[in-house]
């Protein structure tokens, strides 16, 4: 599966390990994803020398969404990127459609963007490249031990290895977190119940994906599973799926148990999934009950992960990359042992309290009689549907970081 950005837009290296260990660096951001990407963005536009790191070579694919919805384009807008990023899409979203066994309902939403991580993240790793960000791809990290100035850590890639040293660490690197695998504290706790995530991207073409429409975000839900689709850039459709391990026992693949979550609500394009291959994501709803320690701070993902359903995900992940960076510029100043405390009331403030409804919407789907009063309460009262959307979409309270340079 290839990515959708060329190759020619690809965010390159700006140094290699052997030269990323001759400096010390005030900040260390492991993962470029939309959270490691603006943090680290924002951190080099306050004038500290900052190093972003990732694993992978940028454009990738990854299990995802790919939609952004109305909170992640204001989070984006108060730090001015609002409209490069929209200039990659392809269209608005601005309609929500929701298939079950028990019928068919539509409802208004606020606008947000369907955009391909492969083009995504790399539009947000080169931003933070020109406000001034080293980086380093193909390479991993992992923390070697504590130091009295910060944090030494190794990276690797394959042509060798070498330690860096960082006054604060950001680990931004996804839900197992490599960065902090020898930190027995920081393990992630996989809640109970948890569901494992499957996508797949595949060209509209002329058949049954040609008729989605790109202002609709197209949601499936089922016994065992939600499907959504949207229409990307390229004339790309992505599929995400969350599912329930264990009917896969039934089913034998992803792909068969996604058809029949499709196929029983009368979704769309069920015959047209025949064939595709999905990539799958560990159990998903997991969570971390420390993010922070001394000179160290979790973003993102690595902070743990509630299953987003209307495209929240992006946002809660935008947010973070942002609202951690007065704290990490202060730790560069003079570490005070209270930025541990802060991080933690300011993320559940800011972003877990969100997280609840999605949670609770997620929840609430995997349930016949929930399924069917949703779809009732969608089709006979669309004033409650269009007040619970706007609440989704609402802007991220952002006044902690508006001492932040754009």
Known sequence: ??????????PVATLDITEASRRSWDCLVVGAGPAGAVAARQLALRGHSTLLVERARLPRWKACGCCLNHAALETLDRIGLRAPIESLAQSRLRRWRLATPYGHSECAMPTGLALSRASFDAALVSEALAAGSEYLDATTASVSHKIAEGWRVRLQTGNGRADVVASVLVAADGLKSPLLSKLGTFESEVQANSWIGAAATVHRGEGAFADLSPDTVYMTCGRDGYVGMVVLESDQIEIAAAVNPHALGRWGTVQA??????????????????????????????????????????????????????????????????????????????????????????????????QRLGRLLTRSLRYRSCTKIMTAVLNQQPRLAASVMRRINAPFDLQPVFAEVR
């Open 1 to 10: 599966m290839m990515p959708i950005a060329s190759l020619a837009d690809r």
């Open 257 to 354: 148990l996604i058809t029949e979550i499709v196929t029983e609500a009368d979704g769309p394009c069920r015959d047209a999934l025949a064939g595709i291959g999905f990539r799958g994501t560990p159990r998903l709803s997991r969570r971390r009950r420390r993010i922070a320690a001394e000179r160290l701070f979790l973003i993102g993902d690595a902070c743990g992960y509630t299953e987003p359903f209307t495209g929240e995900g992006m946002a809660w992940a935008l947010t973070s990359g942002l609202l951690v960076g007065p704290l990490v510029a202060q730790a560069v100043r003079r570490w005070d042992p209270s930025l541990i405390p802060q991080w933690h009331s300011l993320y559940h403030q800011r972003i877990r309290k969100r």
